[in-house]
T-cell receptor, first 113, second 115 residues
């Protein structure tokens, strides 16, 4: 069935370091892809999304490109801040007819100053 | 900024008891969802709800579960007879429209502990 696999955490970085969190997916058809972020004590928030191949989603300095050939949607940021410390979830909706999100396990990012 | 709220933040119950988890979606949203995350595992879809009826549900959402929109603001998840394996974080979400790429707005979650 449809699934999302993301790199295990925790990821620990120093401020201003480059961030990559890998995400790959398995899906039939043409899924929409998402990154959600959860800050401590809060709900999941949409960080960015891409709905078709080669689309790049971006927000708050984060980027991810929908790569159909490698079934990937890796999250990147050029220079992380302490405030980026959170749990990051990669997710997909399998096709345009459905709305149920399928999530990866989440990756905890910890950034120190 | 409008947000989804959930109560309680933490619920502890004895196995076999009924629990009701409550959510207040964003006021002009039409689609409502419940997800859960067992500790150390993935966030899993349970059910979606629109126009006072279930529109999708997962295999997890068996006869022990039910959802209701009892009034114009609340959206509830009831577990009739809790089991140890129901211990998890339960997230409510809402969205204004139903498309495959819509944003779902999540609440902070209710941590359910079944003893």
């Amino acid at each position: 069935g449809d699934s999302v696999t993301q790199m295990e955490g925790p990821v620990t970085l120093s401020e201003e370091a480059f961030l990559t969190i890998n995400c790959t997916y398995t899906a039939t058809g043409y899924p929409s892809l998402f990154w959600y972020v959860q800050y401590p004590g809060e709900g999941l928030q949409l960080l960015l999304k891409a709905t078709k191949a080669d689309d790049k989603g971006s927000n708050k300095g984060f980027e991810a490109t929908y790569r159909k050939e490698t079934t990937s949607f890796h999250l990147e940021k050029g220079s992380v801040q302490v405030s980026d410390s959170a749990v990051y979830f990669c997710a997909l909706i399998p096709n345009q007819a459905g709305t149920a999100l399928i999530f990866g396990k989440g990756t905890t990012l910890s950034v120190s100053s | 900024e409008p947000e989804v709220t959930q109560t309680p933040s933490h619920q502890v119950t004895q196995m076999g008891q009924e629990v009701i988890l409550r959510c207040v979606p964003i006021s002009n949203h039409l689609y409502f969802y419940w997800y859960r995350q067992i500790l150390g595992q993935k966030v899993e879809f349970l059910v979606s709800f629109y126009n006072n009826e279930i529109s999708e549900k997962s295999e997890i959402f068996d006869d022990q579960f039910s959802v209701e929109r009892p009034d114009g603001s609340n959206f509830t998840l009831k577990i009739r007879s809790t089991k140890l394996e129901d211990s998890a974080m339960y997230f409510c979400a809402s969205s204004p429209i139903r498309t495959g790429n819509n944003e779902q707005f999540f609440g902070p979650g209710t941590r359910l502990t079944v003893l």
